[in-house]
């Protein structure tokens, strides 16, 4: 009986012991972990950036299916916050600043341990070097935890570890899950709209899209403009070749306005036209991939293309609607002649389509005799003087 009590003594004097070695460590850690993923920078920084998209790779979560996640009503850049309740743990993630497409900052409070994160994203071969960085204070509770496990690098660490192996995959189906919809020949309706022109790098248009599209939506909040659908990108041009194209980003509006010269937006009227759509529902990246489509079946059809401009391209559903590139929707326009209607006359022979078929691609419109002969689909309003920022001549954009 006596010796129990010694055990018994032991084993206590033991663990008072160990508890103050582990109350006396220190609780400061900072914990980094690395991984190139296979995905464009800016695919990469929307996904982290939007906390809908976290149940699918914090492994916290993922590991525990029957966790509770709540999430803020803005769940993307600075003030937004996700929180989960699970077997394991409980916390909540707050987003503190954000810097497009490069960093990310944000504070956690988990089971008493406070931690500040960033996030890093630089391009890199094979992909988007993604760095997760957290700095904090651990609670005793955790102390005793990473004690008894391998330290706080080797226990924080794996989680990060696994995350970031989650992130890639999730990103690699996101990125690679699209499908391309040929929907035949339609007719657009008559639109108005808003728009910049400028020739532009081809590789530059979708960071030239971001820029332009917000400076648009302001205009007309600020002058009560009532827009009447999703941005679009119209293609004059298109010379994958040279790697240029002369585009007009823009949204369309209720009604046709005038706006005077002098302001770098200008007024547009698209008249209503026949075409090939092809609709893509994917990333971005597979856009070259339906305009190719769309191509293949005019050719297959023997339909001739109207010169009048390239094609044109409405976002749907895009990186406004969602995070995941999976879930957009781009609508693709090819201009096409539309056919005559047949005479109703005894052994008369009507062609079907006009002897037109200039390629838009390569062709200058204004060049082309056969557009004068035919009804023009596009009609700008001319400019009037505004009051608004100077205009840039196309030439000496900014893009």
Known sequence: MRILKYIFLLLLLSLVA???????????????????????????????????????????????????????ENTI??????????????GEIRTLNVKENEDISQKMDSEGTTSSINWTFKDTLGGTKVTWKTKGKMSFFLKV????????????GTIYE??????????????????????????????????????????????????????????????????????????????????????????????????TAGSDIESGKLEAFEAVKTTLSGDYSHLKKALNKSVDYIQKNQINRNPLFSHLEIYTNGKDDTKKPSEWLTEIFIPIIPKIIPIKAANQVVPAYNEI???????????????????????????KKVATPKIKEEGQSEF
């Not at 850049?77 to 409980?90: P, Q, T």
């Open 18 to 72: 160990l508890t103050i070695f582990i109350a006396t460590q220190k609780g400061d850690y900072t914990i980094e972990r690395s991984k190139i993923i296979n995905s464009p920078k800016s695919a990469v920084f929307n996904y982290v950036n939007d906390y809908r998209n976290w149940a699918d790779f914090i492994s916290w979560t993922t590991e525990d299916p029957e966790a509770k996640i709540n999430y803020s």
């Open 357 to 383: 078929n200039e390629d838009p691609t390569t062709t200058d419109p204004n060049s082309v005799e056969a557009v004068k002969k035919n009804k023009p689909v596009l009609k700008s309003s001319e400019p």
């Open 145 to 156: 935890y990473t004690a008894l496990n391998g330290g706080a690098d080797k226990v924080i």
């Open 77 to 90: 850049g600075k003030g937004a916050s996700f929180s989960w309740e699970g077997k394991e743990s409980n």
């Open 162 to 259: 696994k995350t970031l192996i989650n992130l890639d995959k999730a990103l690699v189906y996101e990125i690679n899950t699209f499908a391309i919809k040929e929907n035949g020949i339609v007719t657009k309706p008559l639109s108005f709209y808003l728009c910049q022109t400028f020739t532009s790098e081809i590789a530059k248009i979708n960071k030239n899209f971001k820029i332009v599209i917000p400076k648009i939506t302001d205009f007309c909040k600020d002058n009560n403009i009532a827009m009447a659908g999703k941005p679009f990108i119209l293609y004059h041009t298109y010379d994958p070749q040279k790697g240029l194209a002369k585009i007009s980003i823009g949204v369309p509006i209720q009604s046709e306005i005038f706006i």
